[in-house]
């Protein structure tokens, strides 16, 4: 099953831009690469999603380069709000783990 | 849809009792998951069900762990005996499943257990 690694947490303030990145280096040719939301006391909750280039929603864009080993979640101009942890998943593999919690500041 | 359904959203409960946790599937999905989230191991899958047949129950943590899907608008999580390490958030979540994968997974708001 392919395993998905990102940073354990990252810091910003409202306003920026955050990218988390995401490896996945033995992704399968069939898999969807996934990315999850979770807030406190809440399930998470799914953002995006996607195969290859670039995917965008009123959320978040996610970037998937040629080769697909990797991904970026891109959250533009984040708010207190967009606190939370994120994941990144394939999509064949079921593996949440313990995300990346992204902490935004005034 | 009032979307996923688990019961109860609190239990507490001391080490050795039976624990039963429940959960409604979204319509129309034909897939349906259990997870356990702690600080220490985030979030894991238990077991998962398509078209109510299990399909993977390889992170159930030992015999004491069991599930059913007795139907496709029903399922159930039972511990027994319980014990204070199964202390945790219990997710249950669905998907539409198709040959090419799970689609996004709706949770629900999850379960706290505490055993003491």
């Known amino acids: 099953l392919a395993k998905t690694t990102q940073p354990i947490s990252m810091d910003s303030y409202e306003g920026q831009e955050v990218n988390i990145t995401c490896s996945h280096n033995?992704?399968?040719?069939?898999?969807?690469i996934t990315w999850y939301q979770q807030f406190p006391s809440q399930g998470p909750r799914f953002i995006i999603q996607g195969y290859k280039t670039k995917v965008t929603n009123e959320v978040a864009s996610l970037f998937i380069p040629a080769d697909r080993k990797s991904s970026t979640l891109s959250l533009p101009r984040v708010s207190l709000s967009d606190t939370a942890v994120y994941y990144c998943?394939?999509?064949?593999?079921?593996?949440f783990g313990k995300g990346t919690t992204l902490s935004v500041s005034s | 849809d009032a979307g996923v359904i688990q019961s109860p959203r609190h239990e507490v409960t001391e080490m050795g009792q039976e624990v039963t946790l429940r959960c409604k599937p979204i319509?129309?999905?034909?897939?349906l998951f259990w997870y356990r989230q702690t600080m220490m191991r985030g979030l894991e899958l238990l077991i998962y069900f398509n078209n109510n047949v299990p399909i993977d129950d390889s992170g159930m943590p030992e015999d004491r762990f069991s599930a059913k899907m007795p139907n496709a608008s029903f399922s159930t999580l039972k511990i027994q005996p319980s014990e204070p390490r199964d202390s945790a958030v219990y997710f249950c979540a669905s998907s539409f499943t198709s040959a090419g994968g799970s689609y996004e997974q709706y949770f629900g708001p999850g379960t706290r257990l505490t055993v003491t």
């Open positions: 319509s129309g999905h034909n897939s």
């Open positions: 998943l394939v999509r064949t593999a079921l593996i």
């Open positions: 033995n992704i399968a040719t069939n898999d969807y």
